[in-house]
């Protein structure tokens, strides 16, 4: 998916007004919320607009709505991911594409989270495929970017806090643009990810 940062920057801004599930926040102010925690938490910059556009996968296509509630698992971590590697490359794509598959893991491997996830998270889990089986917790052990994806998961679930107040959608567009770009001299001519890839993580 080709998108520059000033089009990812709009979609957030102009389709992330309708209400995050079932919490009482805004998409755009989830997305605000999970990267100020992610700023203050010193995870670095990468992670900090991983947290910003973890889920604009689910704007892509239209205005947010309560998809798990309707049955529909849209892949949003996938579409999201794709749409970020391109312009800021794995260190921001990877944990986005397993921030899902991050919470089938919490799931399996600490009881108590699932009894901490809101409701319209655990009516998505199921879509999702449920905790993951001993097999599926070894493999995602052994990804390069678990520690991320599981920050970047339970930052997913603290960022639901009604009137909280953050810093504007603008003010990470100087980081987001740096990224761009130390992307692109990096791996010069190369485009985004052609291949589409499944749900993260083996399937139980």
């Known amino acids: 998916m080709d998108l520059s940062t000033d089009r990812i920057f709009q979609v ?32 670095g910059d ?4 991983a ?45 986005v594409r397993l921030h899902v598959a991050a919470k089938r893991y919490l799931c399996a491997v600490n009881p108590a989270y699932y009894d901490k996830l809101s409701e319209d998270s655990r009516r998505s889990l199921a879509l999702q495929g449920g905790p ?5 917790v070894a493999a995602f052990d052994g990804l390069e970017h678990r520690a991320a994806a599981l920050a970047l998961r339970i930052i ?29 001299e990096d791996a010069p001519g190369e485009t985004a990810a052609s291949k589409k890839p499944g749900r993260a993580g083996p399937k139980s």
Not at 46 to 49: E, R
């Open 156 to 184: 997913d679930d603290e960022a639901k806090v009604a009137g909280l107040k953050t810093p504007p959608l603008g003010s990470y567009r100087g980081i987001a643009t740096r990224l761009q770009r130390e992307r692109q």
């Open 51 to 95: 947290a910003l556009f973890h889920d604009v996968g689910h704007l892509l296509v239209g205005e947010d709505v309560d998809l798990a509630q309707a049955g529909v698992d849209d892949l949003h971590e996938e579409t999201s991911a794709a749409a970020l590697e391109g312009l800021f490359g794995k260190e921001v794509s990877e944990p």
């Open 46 to 49: 990468q992670l900090v607009i």
């Open 12 to 43: 957030l801004e102009s389709r992330g007004s309708g209400r995050y599930g079932l919490s009482s926040v805004t998409q755009t102010e989830h997305a605000l919320q999970a990267a100020d925690l992610a700023a203050k938490r010193g995870l």
């Open 132 to 136: 993951m089986s001993p097999a599926e």
